[in-house]
């Protein structure tokens, strides 16, 4: 049974893309990060995109998610392994892009609930040229392939994991891609956060006291 390339069909995607998705986007329209995202998004989700790379492993990619879902993309492999698809795109011209890429509440239950899970991260870099896009890069790795050196945590709900500064990608090598480490490197790396959160709610409660005394004495 014919094992998943995820490089492979990475490299695959970079060639579609830049074969038939350069135009997806015209006008004022290419100066968005948000309208190019979505232009290859949904590029990838249609019958031309991830379908006919995976067609000859007779793959089936489903698209039917909300947008409140983690995935926007999924298909499981003959082997049983359920790979969930988030596409980021990052435009090379500019200096800083941080994208959330999940919860990390929802990391931990869905990494808990099947060995077979696979939450993975397809990101395409691009450049605008003569009025269309020209795709440079495309990285498609299980988040635990990520090096921390490039992530961080945003507090939003329980945390969400971010990719620190999207010029700057660290990967491990296919070997050392251990998710047992990885995920307690998380959690330890989470302390750390939740104690600098504790503190600066501790001094935004302290400074809103201060007011409330200015205030009732006034």
Known sequence: MTQIDLDDIANKVLEVLNSNGTDIVKGSSLNSPHAVGYAVQEFLAGDNGLATILKDLCIQVDNDFTRRSMEDLAFKSGQGNYYAIDVKTHNLNTAFNMPNLISVKRLAQFYKRSD??????????????????????CHFKPIEAFNWDC????????????????????????????????????????????DEEIGKIVERKTWFQEAKTYWKNK
Not at 117 to 125: K, R, T
Not at 156 to 177: E, P, R, S, T, V
């Open 116 to 137: 077979n899970n696979y939450f993975c991260i397809l990101i395409v870099s691009y450049v605008v040229e003569s009025g269309r896009i020209i795709y440079k890069e």
């Open 151 to 194: 992530l961080t945590f945003g507090a939003l709900g329980w945390g969400q994991i971010q990719i620190a500064n999207a010029n700057i990608l660290n990967f491990h090598d296919g070997k050392d891609i251990n998710r047992r480490d990885w995920m307690i490197k998380m959690c330890d790396m989470l302390q750390f956060f939740y």
